[in-house]
């Protein structure tokens, strides 16, 4: 998910993980796991954002500013995809959608 601002990421964030404990009282999920999230924004420490990106496995959900998500994918060794042409195609994408914004 991406989202603007600092803000709004928590705002998703929060709601999202209420959703995700809602869910543990549904008979139907009660006994499956629980979706990994991570929220990654500026203003915070980049490494411990990347880390919850690699540690105990990759997030379910991702929620992400546009720029702290570009920022990671071009300059972070740790946050690895699977191909790096993935990768590449993922920043080419955002990279997109940000210039849209600023053209809109």
């Given at each position: 998910?991406?989202?603007?601002?600092?803000?709004?990421?928590i705002q998703i964030g929060k709601n999202l993980k209420a959703a995700n404990k809602a869910m543990?009282?549904?008979?139907?999920?009660?006994d499956s796991s629980q979706v990994k999230l991570a929220t990654i924004y500026g203003g915070l420490?980049?490494?411990e954002q990347e880390n919850a990106l690699t540690e105990?496995?990759?997030p379910g959900i991702l929620v992400s500013t546009t720029g702290r998500?570009?920022?990671?994918?071009?300059t972070s060794d740790e946050v690895a995809t699977t191909d790096e042409e993935a990768k590449s195609r993922i920043a080419k994408q955002v990279t997109a959608f940000l210039n849209s914004i600023s053209s809109w």
């Open positions: 998910v991406l989202a603007p601002t600092r803000e709004l990421v543990r009282r549904i008979p139907e999920f009660k420490d980049k490494k105990f496995g990759k998500l570009l920022d990671v994918l071009q």
